[in-house]
Nanobody
Framework: QVQLVESGGDLVQAGGSLRLSCAASGNIFRINRMGWYRQAPGKQRELVAAITSGGNTNYADSVKGRFTISRDNAKNTVYLQMNSLKPEDTARYYC???????????WGQGTQVTVSS
């Protein structure tokens, strides 16, 4: 089993910045991917950004150039630096860890990000 604990969500004005953190513990495989998803009311959960244990990253088009994902493998922690926030970034942000090769997903409880206009 894997436990994920997120932090950093808050209420911020448009144009502001936030940094989300997610600490993982438990049965973490050497090869894995950690990422952030978000879900706004009435919408499907979507991938925001992800980073593999080898450092490969991918981003949703809507956040490219504004968000940066990073990780500290020694601490099993992933970060999401969010700059130039927009009201449409408002959502609950969920941390995800996927162990390979099993492709099993684990989820955190989520942290709320609200961007006011």
């Amino acid at each position: 089993q894997v436990q994920l604990v997120e932090s950093g969500g808050d209420l911020v004005q448009a144009g502001g910045s936030l940094r989300l953190s997610c600490a993982a513990s438990g049965n973490i495989f050497r090869i894995n991917r950690m990422g952030w998803y978000r879900q706004a009311p009435g919408k499907q959960r979507e991938l925001v950004a992800a980073i593999t244990s080898g450092g490969n990253t991918n981003y949703a088009d809507s956040v490219k150039g504004r968000f940066t994902i990073s990780r500290d493998n020694a601490k099993n922690t992933v970060y999401l630096q969010m700059n130039s926030l927009k009201p449409e970034d408002t959502a609950r942000y969920y941390c995800n860890l996927r162990n390979y090769p099993m492709n099993r997903d684990y989820w955190g409880q989520g942290t709320q990000v609200t961007v006011s206009s």
